[in-house]
T-cell receptor
Framework: DTGVSQNPRHKITKRGQNVTFRCDPISEHNRLYWYRQTLGQGPEFLTYFQNEAQLEKSRLLSDRFSAERPKGSFSTLEIQRTEQGDSAMYLC????????????FGPGTRLTVL | RKEVEQDPGPFNVPEGATVAFNCTYSNSASQSFFWYRQDCRKEPKLLMSVYSSGNEDGRFTAQLNRASQYISLLIRDSKLSDSATYLCVVNSGQSGGGADGLTFGKGTHLIIQP
């Protein structure tokens, strides 16, 4: 399977714990995006990378959230001191800047904060 | 006003019928438009891009009206497998949605009944 992959698929944690998610984009895609989706809502943009550079962050991305893409390939999203309001599906997408900009999504990581 | 607005539905439609959704967007500078499909607890998948001249892909037809700032999706001869949430997506370039400026609507829930 050469699509976007995300791990873990599900994460249950207690409030106050730190969690880290991983995204592996489609191999030739240089852009990588993180979104958050809650029930009944469309995906909301969090941040994106072009290669290893983080070029934009949404105001939704509080200082408890940090994302990295150290080698321009996979990315990690860390949430520190999780809160119940962080419970959501975290989606990763990738695209190729030289193409039609179509974003392809991974299956997501569903986070539940107890 | 939300940047991208859709009727959340649900739309309950008998199999074989034709169904149409509309979506309105607020940023007149928006450049690209898409319909994504999302099945329950799955990731969004690109259904089709929407071009100014309108475009068709099998049973699906998308139209764009820039003057009125709305996008439509028409599904003919609906199948049970068309049951899903349809997300209207707009690239407004500077909406905070990343370099591609993707802003998602909340989605329209479609249920095809046998």
């Amino acid at each position: 399977d050469t699509g976007v992959s995300q791990n873990p698929r599900h994460k249950i944690t207690k409030r106050g714990q730190n969690v880290t998610f991983r995204c592996d984009p489609i191999s030739e895609h240089n852009r990588l995006y993180w979104y958050r989706q809650t029930l009944g809502q469309g995906p909301e943009f969090l941040t994106y990378f072009q290669n290893e550079a983080q070029l934009e962050k949404s105001r939704l991305l509080s200082d408890r959230f940090s994302a990295e893409r150290p080698k321009g390939s996979f990315s990690t999203l860390e949430i520190q001191r999780t809160e119940q309001g962080d419970s959501a599906m975290y989606l990763c997408a990738s695209s190729y800047s030289g193409g039609a900009y179509t974003q392809y999504f991974g299956p997501g990581t569903r986070l539940t904060v107890l | 006003r939300k940047e991208v607005e859709q009727d959340p539905g649900p739309f309950n439609v008998p199999e074989g019928a034709t169904v149409a959704f509309n979506c309105t967007y607020s940023n007149s500078a928006s450049q690209s438009f898409f319909w994504y499909r999302q099945d329950c607890r799955k990731e969004p998948k690109l259904l089709m891009s929407v071009y100014s001249s309108g475009n068709e892909d099998g049973r699906f037809t998308a139209q764009l009206n820039r003057a009125s700032q709305y996008i439509s999706l028409l599904i003919r001869d609906s199948k049970l497998s068309d049951s899903a949430t349809y997300l209207c997506v707009v690239n407004s370039g500077q909406s905070g949605g990343g370099a591609d400026g993707l802003t998602f609507g909340k989605g329209t829930h479609l249920i095809i009944q046998p």
